[in-house]
Each structure stands twice: as structure tokens, then as C-alpha cells.
């Protein structure tokens, strides 16, 4: 039996409130449907470049885990979220500042 998700906005506030604990900057930029909406996260590395992260089913594993779906200049990152949402209003969109990448998504808990 599938384990039963948390509704996206609990998530995204539950997400929102461990990286401030970890000082760690974030915003949600774009707020999407709060029961099901799938979520981006992006990790501007405040040098013009940045990570973005979606999470994809993996069969093998029966799982969604994180991955990394783009890397580049943080323009670049902005268009294909931009192209994601055009296709997917009910997209949530979070941006993490973070030099060093720090992002938590592969901390547990988090999936």
C-alpha cells in the first residue's frame, strides 16, 4: 500500500520553516495548488548560476526522490521554470539562496 503524501502547501511550509532553522534563505515564488501541486526547488548560488531540483518517480525504487534537473546560469534556470509553469499552473516554485548548494532535500524527512 502507498504511503499516504502530505498535502503540498503543509509540505512547503513544513520545508520553508527547516531551512530557516537552518539559516538558510528561501522564498516561494510562485504558489501552486495547495493539495496536490508538484514542487520545484531552485538554488541560486549567488554567482549568476543556479541548480534546480523536481521530483521524479523512480521504478525501480518505488520512490520520488530529488534530483537534479538543470544546472546553469540562473537565466537559463528562470526560463525552464517559467516553461514548467506554463504548462503546470499548479506548480510550486521555491528559491533557496545558498553559495554552497545547501539545499536539505536529502536530508530525511523531506521526501
Known amino acids: 500500500m502507498p504511503e499516504p503524501r502530505l ?3 503543509i509540505w512547503v511550509a513544513a520545508y520553508l520553516a527547516r531551512l530557516g532553522l537552518a539559516n538558510i534563505p528561501a522564498y516561494v515564488t510562485a504558489r ?3 493539495t496536490a501541486g508538484a514542487v520545484l526547488v531552485k538554488c541560486a548560488h549567488l554567482d549568476g548560476t543556479a541548480r534546480l531540483y523536481g521530483r521524479e518517480w523512480d521504478c525501480d525504487t518505488d520512490s ?4 537534479v534537473l538543470a544546472v546553469g546560469l540562473e537565466l537559463e534556470i528562470d526560463q525552464a521554470i517559467a516553461r ?3 504548462f503546470d499552473p499548479d ?3 521555491i528559491e533557496i539562496e545558498s553559495r554552497d548548494g545547501r539545499t ?3 536530508e530525511p524527512g523531506l521526501a
Not at 520520488?64 to 534530483?67: E, K
Request: negative net charge; without cysteine.
Open 32 to 34: 501552486g495548488d495547495d
Open 91 to 93: 506548480l510550486w516554485v
Open 104 to 106: 536539505l532535500l536529502d
Open 84 to 86: 514548467q509553469r506554463g
Open 64 to 67: 520520488r526522490p530529488w534530483q
Open 7 to 9: 498535502a503540498t502547501g
